[in-house]
């Protein structure tokens, strides 16, 4: 079973939708998340931290379910530039070490 | 903000051949830096992790021959790929870890060995 586990999509939506999706993980040692960016060919990006109350950071919304070990993000009134594989990440407590799951990919189409 | 200048961004090399790409910290300190190996629509997979003046820690099923690593100064990482076959082939990436927390990466490699 892989550490972390995503929908690899695609999800193909229509500019100012909302489109949500979620990341597992197996170890419940886990402590810090994560969601990046990722353009084709290109390195990842942070795109934002996640915390266990969930935040927010613009259109784009986290989530931790620590109980359930997964975690979301949503993003709203989704643009062109929103077209990118985003990231899934974990860090394990008393370890630097990131786990990446495989993406999940998002089109936004005109 | 925090910079790794990756090299080279791309290089095709012959088969048996070695190759070398560098990771440079421009404006910080990297006494770590994590080396990842990403194939097409899979995840970025850590090969190994490298301390500054000591030497690495491969992750399992990386073998350390032939994927060298020197972490010879807190600004300079290096992965040398030796002896390169068509397996071989993807994207590198490296991340240096800042201040504990902050993680930034180069912009990879793309290798391709025919």
């Known amino acids: 079973r892989k550490e972390v586990e995503q929908d690899p999509g695609p999800f193909n939506v229509p500019e100012g939708a909302t489109v949500a999706f979620n990341c597992t993980y197996s170890?419940?040692?886990?402590?810090?998340f994560f969601w990046y960016r990722q353009d084709c060919r290109k390195e990842p990006k942070l795109l934002m931290s996640?915390?266990?109350s969930g935040n927010e950071d613009g259109r784009f919304t986290a989530q931790l379910n620590r109980a359930s070990q997964y975690i979301s993000l949503l993003i709203r009134d989704s643009k062109l530039s929103d077209s990118a594989t985003y990231l899934c990440?974990?860090?394990?407590?008393?370890?630097?070490?990131?786990?990446f799951g495989a993406g999940t990919t998002v089109t936004v189409r005109a | 903000g925090a910079v790794v200048s990756q090299h080279p961004s791309r290089v095709i090399c012959k088969s048996g051949t070695s190759v070398k790409i560098e990771c440079r910290s421009l404006?910080?300190?990297?006494?770590?830096m994590f080396w990842y190996r990403q194939f097409p629509k899979q995840s970025l997979m850590l090969m190994a992790t490298?301390?500054?003046?000591?030497?690495?820690?491969?992750e399992q099923g990386v073998e350390k021959d032939k994927f060298l690593i020197n972490h010879a100064s807190l600004t300079l990482s290096t992965l040398t790929v030796t002896s390169a076959h068509p397996e071989d082939s993807s994207f590198y990436i490296c991340?240096?870890?800042?201040?504990?927390?902050?993680?930034?990466f180069g912009s990879g490699t793309r290798l391709t060995v025919v």
């Open positions: 490298s301390n500054e003046g000591s030497k690495a820690t491969y």
């Open positions: 991340s240096a870890l800042q201040g504990g927390y902050g993680y930034t």
């Open positions: 170890n419940s040692a886990s402590q810090s």
């Open positions: 996640v915390y266990s």
């Open positions: 990440v974990v860090r394990y407590f008393n370890d630097y070490k990131l786990s």
């Open positions: 404006d910080f300190q990297a006494t770590t």
